[in-house]
């Protein structure tokens, strides 16, 4: 999804046929971009999110985005 504003600039979603043609890079542009508009997602689930890290090193791998709920719970986003 890609937004668009209308003339009240109001954000619109619209559905994309490529994700990649909006973010080249996961780790690069789509996981700041996430964790940017972490609300979003939030509302989606119904969730309350605060992010806490993006790319954070567990061992040898990175979690896209570590993040905390409502009740200060850990939770794991992997795109």
Do not use: C, H, Q, Y
């Not at 940017?36 to 989606?44: G, W």
């Not at 890290?53 to 850990?74: M, N, Q, S």
């Amino acid at each position: 999804m890609a937004v668009e504003l209308d003339s009240k600039n109001l954000g619109r979603l619209r559905r994309v046929a490529n994700p990649r043609d909006i973010w080249k890079s996961e780790a690069g542009e789509f996981t700041p971009w996430l964790a940017e508009n972490i609300d979003v997602l939030a509302d989606a689930i119904g969730m309350v999110l605060t992010v806490t890290g993006t790319e954070v090193f567990v061992g040898e791998f990175r979690l896209d985005i570590k993040a905390e709920d409502g009740e200060g719970r850990p939770v794991v986003i992997e795109n």
